[in-house]
């Protein structure tokens, strides 16, 4: 009896190498519509899926290899006396290999199609084939991928049976990987969060890393299939690859610029802010953002929300940077930045648009909203108002405590962080640490929760705080308004909390 192989394929990519190999081998070739064209095209000879079946397509090629004819050749097993006498009792032969990739779901998600134009993109025959043969890997190779043909034509040729029966297995597994994938992306899609029962997540390997947070840490990225991110699309203009680590402080560095209208900068170490700042120009925003830190700035990412110029990147070159990350920069920029062998520079012009958050916990998976708002209102809880400057000073203060690990706080002066305490145990040291770092200058100060006491109060008068902005909802609210009220503080509420563990 000889081998047959049964070729159903959206992408044909190295479909003609992988024919002219089954050509070779005297393996008979079983295909569908536009894969049955595609090869009759390149000079092939396959023999047409209704010729196995007997049964012509229908319902315009939604049912074209749904049939016992086909899957019976796939799923049975080649060593069961029982299997054996089945098969040729039906008259059907065996498919030893099945070639099928999959209607473009994933990227059809990109088209804004209308849901019954989506829907006709969910594969049935495809996945149906793949999972059978998967199944039966014991005797048949399943090739889901063009990237696979290369492995298997030559693990065919001259590998052992070994490993033959190991490739098997690892195709095998790569299919139910994929529908792993396809599936969610589907369930995605016609699901809304609170309407699922089951997390599933659909992404993509792009690259194994060099290693994690730590060097005995192996790492890998994995991209999105069925949603956006502004991440997904970030040009590396100069600089080796990008580590774990990189990868984290990229996104919250991008999320940081990328909530201000105005020319921002964020510079971060160890994915958390260490000077944020507002100016009317990236040279400017650039400065301000150095100097409310510049020593934490050091072997750090910095990213801009504007292009950068020739000026700012000369600016940057006085000091040691991991990153820089910009929507462009100007040649004259990219010139002087180059300059520096270690840096990496980035242009990426999409805004963040993430709306979900996951955690993974040993046996657990947390899942949240992303934290994509400010504030629910601004509520003057003091008797001292503050002005105009001041409260838009507080609104830049807030937005970026959102970014800094609780217990946080933020000191501000001038559209610029002068002291971030974040990631402490109890809310008075974080104060304290931002408050010392700012030596005095600070006019505003941000918490991302509310105060359990009027220690926090006591310490920003101090300082010379001239105004507080904070959730509020304690119990002993009352404390810090008083303590305010007496030393001449403003503050307003913006009942909306942000906890960043």
């Known amino acids: 009896m000889s081998m047959r192989a049964l070729i159903s394929v959206y992408d044909k990519s190295g479909l003609k190498e992988l024919a002219d190999f089954f050509v070779k081998h005297d393996i008979e070739m079983i295909s569908t519509g536009g894969t049955y064209a595609y ?66 779901f994933f990227d059809k998600l990109k088209e804004n199609l209308t849901t019954d134009e989506q829907v006709e993109f969910i594969d049935i025959g495809g996945p149906t084939m ?8 014991r005797y048949v190779y399943t090739l889901s991928d063009p990237s696979d043909y290369k492995d298997f034509i030559s693990i065919y040729s001259e590998g052992t049976d070994e490993e033959k029966a190991s490739l098997r297995r690892r195709l095998a ?20 969060e609170e309407e699922k029962r089951y997390l599933s997540l659909s992404y993509r390997k792009v690259s194994d890393l060099r290693y994690g947070e730590n060097p005995h840490q192996s790492a890998s990225v994995y991209e999105s299939l069925d949603t956006e ?84 990147a000369l600016k940057m070159n006085e000091i040691f940077l991991e990153v820089v990350m910009a929507p462009a920069f100007t040649e004259e920029a990219l010139e002087v930045l180059k300059k520096k062998k ?20 040993d046996g657990l998976m947390l899942s949240q909203d992303e934290d994509l708002e400010d504030y629910n209102a601004l509520r003057v809880v003091t008797k001292k108002a503050p ?12 937005k970026v405590v959102k970014f800094v690990k609780s217990n946080a706080i933020v000191v501000t ?26 030596k005095g200058q600070g006019v505003i100060l941000a918490s991302d929760a509310f105060f359990p006491f009027s220690d926090v109060v006591e310490e920003a008068s101090r300082q010379g705080i ?36």
């Not at 904070?470 to 909390?497: A, N, V, Y």
């Open 342 to 361: 270690n840096l990496r520079i980035i242009r990426l012009n999409e805004a963040p648009s993430s709306r979900r958050a996951y955690v993974s916990l």
């Open 39 to 104: 090869l009759r095209e390149n000079g092939f000879h396959p023999v047409k899926v209704e010729e196995i079946t007997g049964s012509r397509e229908i319902l315009g090629g939604r049912v074209k290899t749904l049939h016992p004819m086909l899957h019976g050749g796939i799923l049975y097993r080649r060593d069961l006396p029982e299997d054996l006498l089945e098969v040729e009792a039906e008259g059907i032969e065996g498919i030893d290999f099945v070639c099928v990739n999959l209607y473009p």
């Open 229 to 312: 991110g502004a991440l997904k699309n970030i040009e590396i203009l100069w600089g080796k690859e990008l580590s774990y680590n990189n990868f984290k402080d990229l996104d919250i560095a991008w999320k940081v610029a990328s909530s201000f209208d105005e020319p921002a900068c964020c510079a971060l170490k160890h994915n958390t802010p260490c000077g944020v700042a507002l100016g009317k120009d990236d040279f400017e925003a650039y400065s301000k953002a150095y100097e409310g830190d510049p020593v934490s700035i050091f072997g750090g990412i910095v990213a801009l929300n504007c292009s950068v110029t020739r000026e700012t």
């Open 387 to 398: 002005d105009q400057e001041e409260q838009e000073e507080m609104e830049f203060a807030y």
């Open 413 to 438: 002066k001038d559209r610029m962080t002068l002291g971030i305490g974040g990631g402490q145990v109890n809310r008075i040291d974080a104060a304290k640490f931002a408050l010392e770092k700012s």
């Open 130 to 137: 793949l999972r059978a043969a998967a199944k039966n890997y």
């Open 173 to 192: 597994g790569q299919v139910f990987n994929l529908m792993g994938a396809y599936d969610s992306a589907v369930s995605n899609f016609l699901l809304k």
């Open 466 to 501: 001239r105004g507080i902005i904070q959730p509020g909802g304690s119990l002993r609210d009352q404390d810090s308004i008083d303590l305010c009220d007496e030393k001449g503080i403003s503050m307003i509420f913006t009942s909306m909390r942000h906890f960043k563990h």
